[in-house]
């Protein structure tokens, strides 16, 4: 069974304090790994896909990796915008559909003043 | 360009009841999934359609089924409500349904509570 487990499950930081959240996915092939951000009372808006181990993509202030095993997201100086629980998905081989999405529960971030 | 939307977008419904949602995806994205939103189990798939036709679908009860017009709206409707239905239920849509389409971009959700 493809399992994805997300730590922390939170995360009070400083602004401008560095951290990195993980993904560890088990999956029986893996075809895409997703990172979402939600904010409370919306959909998740995509953020990145990764699909093969040492790739690395950025956006603004955050930074993801995939190695065979899991995930990490940088954040680097976050902001109190970047406030958000940060979800993780995999795409499995496995699964009927290339759209079929396995979550983790997500680490939700606070970033105080 | 409109991202998906999502009708209604708060619904409160009594156990034993039905429900029908609808979701209208990104102009041009063909592809429609369903996805089941609650604090103890997470986000979970339901279903996906693509011209009309269910390409996939998780594991929920027969209650739970959708279905895709010509125009790529879809709709999803629970039957014989339960407590445990109570959910933020998302819709996502995608360009197209080979693996090179994966990207799917979400709506807001419809807040479902059953009493």
């Known amino acids: 069974e493809d399992q994805v487990t997300q730590s922390p499950e939170a995360l009070r930081l400083q602004e401008g304090e560095s951290s990195s959240l993980n993904c560890s996915y088990t999956?029986?092939?893996?075809?895409?790994l997703f990172w979402y951000r939600q904010d409370p009372g919306k959909g998740p808006e995509f953020l990145f896909t990764l699909y093969s181990a040492g790739e690395e993509k950025e956006k603004e202030r955050l930074k993801a990796t995939l190695t065979k095993k899991e995930s990490f997201l940088h954040i680097t100086a976050p902001k109190p915008e970047d406030s958000a629980t940060y979800l993780c998905a995999v795409q499995a081989a496995s699964s009927g559909s290339a759209r079929q999405l396995t979550f983790g529960s997500g680490t939700q971030l606070t970033v105080l003043p | 360009k409109a991202g998906v939307t999502q009708t209604p977008r708060y619904l409160i419904k009594t156990r034993g009841q039905q429900v029908t949602l609808s979701c209208s995806p990104i102009s041009g994205h063909r592809s429609v999934s369903w996805y089941q939103q609650t604090p103890g189990q997470g986000l979970q798939f339901l279903f996906e359609?693509?011209?009309?036709?269910q390409r996939n679908k998780g594991n929920f009860p027969g209650r739970f089924s959708g279905r895709q017009f010509s125009n790529s709206r879809s709709e999803m409707n629970v039957s014989t409500l339960e407590l445990g239905d109570s959910a933020l239920y998302l819709c996502a849509s995608s360009w197209g349904q080979g693996s090179s389409y994966n990207e799917q971009f979400f709506g807001p959700g419809t807040r479902l509570t059953v009493l």
């Open positions: 359609y693509f011209s009309e036709t």
């Open positions: 999956v029986s092939g893996l075809r895409g």
